[in-house]
């Protein structure tokens, strides 16, 4: 028994408060303070660990369609695929060595007194002229470069010169994506863009990445804008 420091009234060694009085008395050097009204329990050693809650997974949903006024988005951007112009390559390699070979035997026909720098220019000619005709091909194809954004067509032509073609999506009528047996082979695809443009109604994308997913975008992007500007069926 001990005596309480503030009434003098006899309590117990092991009280922490005081039965007369209601004072609260110091705890025991290495006994354990009791805990506060409202305050989670100390685990016990040994107890297993409450698991905690885990936080709210976000719902999963479809994606927000894009807006008429969010930023401008780039669908493609260079210039036609050579997969494209494949055509024109196998002709200018064919046909060049092969005018320089027929000139060469027609040339061992002639008379025995033809020079010999003579059958040499029948050979290079062609030859040259088919060089000639290779590197015009790609310099005027790179030269045309295809901009596709979510709210226009941009195509830049012009190897000298430039020349530069804006199409609104909004004027767009119809589309339509095209492979030839060729094109799914070397990987290209073609897109017709049909419009009431009094400067180029019909625009054909050449050369562009056999993408399903480029088509689509294109054709959700004319969907959006032709809604931002309350157009309904075809444009006139």
Request: charged share 20%.
């Amino acid at each position: 028994m001990k005596k309480c420091p503030f009434c003098a009234e006899e309590i117990q060694d092991e009280a922490i408060k005081c039965k007369h009085c209601r004072s609260e008395l110091a705890p025991l050097p290495g006994a354990p303070l009791a805990p506060k009204p409202g305050a989670p329990l100390a685990p016990k050693p040994g107890a297993p660990l409450a698991p905690k809650p885990s936080a709210p997974l976000a719902p999963i949903g479809p994606a927000e369609p894009p807006h008429p006024d969010d930023p401008k988005q780039v669908l493609y951007e260079g210039s036609p695929s050579w997969r494209a112009y494949v055509g024109a390559y196998g002709i200018t390699c064919t046909l060049s060595p092969g005018i320089s070979l027929l000139a060469l035997w027609i040339s061992g026909f002639e008379t025995l007194g033809a020079s010999l720098g003579a059958r040499i220019l029948a050979t290079l000619i062609p030859a040259f002229v088919g060089t000639v005709a290779f590197l015009l091909t790609t310099l005027l194809r790179r030269s045309t470069r295809v901009r596709v954004t979510s709210r226009s067509i941009e195509i830049e032509t012009g190897l000298l010169s430039k020349r530069i073609d804006i199409l609104e999506l909004w004027r767009v009528k119809d589309m339509r994506y095209r492979q030839s047996l060729v094109d799914r082979i070397l990987g290209v695809a073609h897109i017709d863009v049909f419009t009431k443009d009094v400067t180029s109604p019909n625009l054909e994308l050449v050369g562009l990445p056999a993408s399903r997913t480029l088509f689509e975008g294109l054709r959700d992007s004319v969907e959006i804008q032709k809604q931002s500007r309350r157009i309904v069926g075809l444009v006139e």
